[in-house]
């Protein structure tokens, strides 16, 4: 792989949010997660001690596009004068993503570290930390970490394995078996037990899925819509805004609280259970967003080859290898700051 030292770029901002999606607070007025995150990948790279002229000019040019850049930075500024943070390379080991340093590198304390200070030490900063996502997520009954596997075993004999970096919570009644999927992705094999009349139910943030006897994967996807692929029996799928459909093994379905689309099963719904990535003529843009859910740090890819399309089976166990392999197949070449900043860029 080729290696470069300057490319420092930071993603665009976005400042809408997307339906049903929880927004940050800073001062009071709402930003959104989009921005609070811009703003936390700032304060690591200037803390880190690593930052070039052009990195703090282009930093200072973030500040300037938006009143929203502009407030989420006084905030975390504020926040940061609160926790008395006076040495930067000190708050760098805990807060950045890319120390090596044994203990420092957890995705939960890097977390929670992150979510204190965007939650003003005691919250009076007005931002409700504990409504957004990455801190439900931390706080959920059961979780796995970016690049890892997780699988449990619930009471009612239903085996549950996590994809990486998700969440779920159980909570189980006298009346139904319910799990909500707070992030991310899980395959669900339901127990047998037939004394157990309970309905079991996965509730995401677009509706409920009930299933009839069988084994089945669901995902809460990024873009506001959820996807469950049934491997066997059959599910029942509800919305908040339209008609109950039964969903039988072979199928999947993606959905949004008013909408369903179905389509066959394909291998790539389940190939992360297999330890893969399958990509058959996917966007370069899109398997790079894709991967990002298994590493760690901030995958990009130049929009210039954001449109190319290739296919392949791609063995998660090694992302580096995935990455070496690209250009190799594609008109790209990949660029590291450190092994948790990659960017996918032109040959050129």
């Known amino acids: 792989m080729q290696q470069s030292t300057r490319n420092k770029a930071m993603p665009d901002a976005s400042i809408a949010s997307s339906a049903g ?33 052009d990195d703090r000019q282009r930093w200072q040019q973030w500040r ?12 975390i ?7 008395k943070i006076m040495e930067p390379h000190a708050a760098y080991k805990t807060l950045s993503p890319y120390t090596r340093r044994e203990g420092l590198h957890s995705p939960d304390r890097r977390k929670a570290i992150v979510m204190l200070l965007w939650a003003g030490a005691a919250g009076a900063s007005g931002l409700l930390a504990s409504r957004t996502p990455a801190w ?10 970016t690049g890892t596997q997780r699988t449990i075993t619930l009471d009612d004999g239903t085996v549950i394995t996590l994809n990486t970096a998700s969440a779920i919570n159980v909570h189980f009644s006298h009346q139904q078996r319910l799990v909500r999927l707070v992030a991310g992705e899980v395959l669900i094999t339901t127990g047998h037990a037939t004394s157990d009349a309970r ?21 809460q996807q990024p873009d506001g819509s959820s996807r469950v692929a ?21 199928q999947s379905a993606t959905f949004t609280r008013n909408s369903l689309i179905i389509n066959s099963l394909q291998d790539s719904d389940t190939a992360w259970t ?14 790079a967003t894709e991967l990002s859910r298994y590493r760690p740090g901030l995958i990009r890819c130049n929009p210039a080859v954001a449109d190319l399309r290739f296919s392949g089976v791609f063995p998660l166990e090694d992302t580096d290898r995935i990455l070496a392999t690209l250009p190799s197949v594609l008109p790209v070449r990949i660029l590291l700051r450190t092994r948790y900043w990659v960017t996918i860029d032109t040959v050129s």
Not at 24 to 53: D, K, P, R, Y
Not at 66 to 73: F, K, L, S, V
């Open 21 to 53: 999606h929880v927004q940050a607070f800073a001062g009071g007025i709402a930003v959104s997660e989009a921005v609070a995150n811009q703003a936390a990948e700032w304060l690591t790279l200037l803390m880190s001690g690593e930052a070039s002229e």
């Open 64 to 75: 300037m596009e938006h009143a929203d850049h502009e407030r989420a930075w006084q905030h």
């Open 77 to 83: 500024e504020t926040i940061i004068g609160r926790l």
């Open 136 to 145: 439900q997520q931390m706080v959920a009954d059961y979780h796995s970490d």
């Open 199 to 219: 309905p079991f139910l996965v509730e995401t943030a677009e509706g409920r899925i009930r299933a009839l006897g069988t084994r089945f994967a669901v995902r």
């Open 230 to 250: 049934v491997l066997e029996s059959a599910v029942e799928i509800t919305l908040e805004q339209a008609p109950s459909h039964r969903l039988p093994a072979g």
């Open 274 to 287: 297999k330890g893969q990535i399958i990509a058959d003529q996917m966007r370069l843009g899109d398997f």
